[in-house]
């Protein structure tokens, strides 16, 4: 038997062009050269079950029924039940992630939002918010306004909107509440004043009632001296990720002063003209960014803003969020029983 040598050539024009990592959020999202973007958990394992979705049920579980209401844009409800002569205030939720990260679905936003709608008694209506960098701020932010108008358009009247029925019969929307977790709480503020430049007469019968930023990213351009001093303790919130989701979140050529993530610098709006409702904001005593949070908080105070502040202590960034945490270690645990608490006492005030 004879046998015949057959040379083949490489074709390497056959084979696509080996992306490469342009940028890189450790654990957390890499950018390529090509602008696509793998946001595939690559950090500690035992974190990844706080990131797991969490599937909708119209069965009620522990007193909640969970509802994915597609539209524009797509919003998630948690419906408590309740009594049918009382109205739920609403809470508008808008998630953190440092705008570039998570998703309005995750166990650690589901486990508290569904506490807050059961202990506060309260329709949470939940974001799905657009991501940078293939969608850089203001795009979150247009697309919370796109959700306060979807809510509006339902109040007004009957419309052809898969979350109607659901609403329309069991919700205030005279009691709209902004809350927001991290970046999410930045844009309880950004969001509160764009929509508050409209007149009442534009937004009615919706009203925001209140405000809620919880741990907001609010920073400087400058280190503040909590930034220097104190240690990140979780995968969830280090300096860090906090300058490179800025950097990829932000418009492009814009740095932390800028009014998005500094409401209180010299480049925002004066904030005696800003029209605002009264604010309830959570400040963490271990978080890196409370010095900046909290001269947030005091520049609020004296432009005459009603404002509130509860500092949790002992705790860090976003706590209320790391469920294992919540429910094994005591102090968490009774640090969000009195967040908990202090949200239910502001919104039955507003």
């Known amino acids: 038997m004879s046998t015949t040598a057959v040379s083949v050539q490489p074709t390497f024009s056959a084979h696509p062009k080996t992306k490469k990592v342009v940028d890189e959020v450790s654990g957390w999202l890499r950018v390529f050269d090509d602008g696509s973007v793998d946001r595939t958990w690559t950090g500690p394992p035992e974190a990844l079950p706080l990131m797991e979705p969490v599937p909708p049920y119209s069965i009620p579980h522990d007193g909640i029924t969970l509802h994915d209401l597609p539209g524009s844009p797509n919003l998630r409800l948690y419906l408590p039940k309740s009594d049918a002569d009382k109205k739920l205030p609403i809470f508008l939720h808008l998630h953190g992630g440092g705008f570039c990260i998570s998703h309005h679905s995750w166990l650690m936003?589901?486990?508290?939002?569904?506490r807050i709608a059961r202990e506060v008694q309260a329709a949470v209506i939940s974001v799905e918010l657009p991501l940078a960098p293939?969608?850089?701020l203001p795009a979150a932010i247009d697309t919370s306004i796109a959700a306060l108008i979807r809510l509006r358009s339902i109040a007004r009247s009957p419309v052809d909107d898969p979350a109607s029925e659901l609403l329309s019969d069991n919700v205030d929307f005279s009691r709209v509440f902004l809350i927001g977790d991290s970046s999410g709480g930045n844009l309880a503020h950004v969001v509160a004043a764009k929509a508050l430049e409209e007149t009442d007469e534009f937004w009615a019968p919706l009203k925001l009632a209140g405000g809620i930023p919880l741990h907001p990213g609010f920073v400087r351009s400058t280190r503040s001296r909590s930034e220097l001093e104190l240690k990140a303790d979780s995968v969830f919130f280090t300096l860090d990720m906090l300058d490179k989701f800025l950097a990829l979140g932000l418009p492009v050529g814009a740095t932390k002063d800028h009014p998005y993530t500094c409401p209180m610098g010299e480049a925002a709006p004066p904030l005696e003209k800003v029209r605002l409702p009264p604010f309830l904001v959570?400040?963490?005593?271990?978080?890196?960014?409370?010095?900046t949070d909290l001269e947030y908080c005091e520049a609020m105070k004296k432009a005459g803003k009603q404002v509130e502040v509860l500092i949790s202590c002992g705790v860090s960034h976003s706590f209320y969020l790391n469920k294992f945490a919540v429910d094994m270690d005591p102090t968490t645990g009774e640090r969000t029983r009195e967040l908990v608490a202090a949200i239910k006492d502001f919104v039955e005030r507003h």
Do not use: I, S
């Open 109 to 114: 936003y589901h486990q508290f939002y569904a």
């Open 134 to 136: 293939e969608h850089r």
């Open 282 to 291: 959570g400040v963490a005593e271990l978080d890196l960014v409370r010095d």
